[in-house]
């Protein structure tokens, strides 16, 4: 890789767009890199080396670029991912924006956030671990929404805080799942105590909670055009 480019490609976890490619390289050269299979598509107009793996770090900020703002905040699965807690990789980036977007590889929530409730994690702005760990527990699967609750038991979060938190949900989705959920969550010894508890302990009512909603909003800006739109 070029200096320039690889000087650009350092201070952005290892991506780097199209058009930081083509103030290095020719429009040949970049399809040639693409097509051999040294340079990897992340999102659109957004690029990585082969070699260089898709780190969470490296997917947020990818998704930062495609965007086309300034920041971005990564939040459910992915934000878990930065904070250690139990989320297979698989997932797609997950990040916090001003309009709903689902692909196969990157989903925009538009969620309401508070400043209160936002980390620096590893370089990277998230939902911080308690409200992340209540939005896995609310959408995920009921054994990875479990398996996510005690990741945080485990972290030192307390039950109290974590019910806290979900009163600001209440009526959101997934919502009596995570009430049902967090009174069963342990810190358990093995992955496999997960499974059993999930499987051994009956399904309680729901406990009614208290409507808290966060009122601010990210900003944002339109998003980058891919190789595609530049050819």
């Known amino acids: 890789m070029r200096p320039g480019l690889e000087e650009v490609r350092d201070k952005q976890f290892g991506v780097f ?42 997917r947020v900020e990818a998704a930062r670029l495609s965007m086309g703002v300034p920041t971005v905040i990564a939040a459910y699965h992915t934000a878990g991912e930065l904070h250690g807690f139990a989320i297979p990789h698989s997932q797609p980036t997950h990040v916090l924006g001003l309009q709903d977007s689902r692909s196969r590889r990157l989903i925009v929530h538009r969620d309401h956030i508070d400043k209160a409730e936002l980390d620096l994690t590893h370089g990277i702005v998230t ?24 990741s945080a038991l485990r972290m030192g979060i307390s039950r109290t805080a974590l019910t806290t938190e979900l009163q600001r949900h209440h009526r959101r989705r997934g ?14 010894e093995s992955p496999l105590s997960t499974c059993q508890h999930q499987t ?32």
């Open 17 to 58: 767009t199209s058009w930081q490619v083509l103030c290095e390289y020719t429009r040949t050269e970049m399809r040639t890199l693409l097509d051999s299979g040294e340079w990897v598509r992340v999102f659109r107009g957004v690029f990585r080396e082969a070699t260089t793996p898709p780190s969470a770090q490296l």
């Open 127 to 150: 939902t911080n671990p308690t409200r992340t760990a209540i939005d896995v527990a609310r959408t995920a699967s009921r054994p990875e929404a479990l398996a996510t609750l005690e």
């Open 175 to 188: 919502y009596t799942q995570a009430a049902e959920l967090i009174p069963l969550a342990t810190r358990p």
């Open 200 to 231: 051994i302990h009956p399904r309680p009512q729901a406990p009614r909670l208290c409507i808290h909603e966060a009122r601010a909003r990210m900003s944002g800006a339109s998003r980058r055009s891919d190789l595609n739109e530049i050819t």
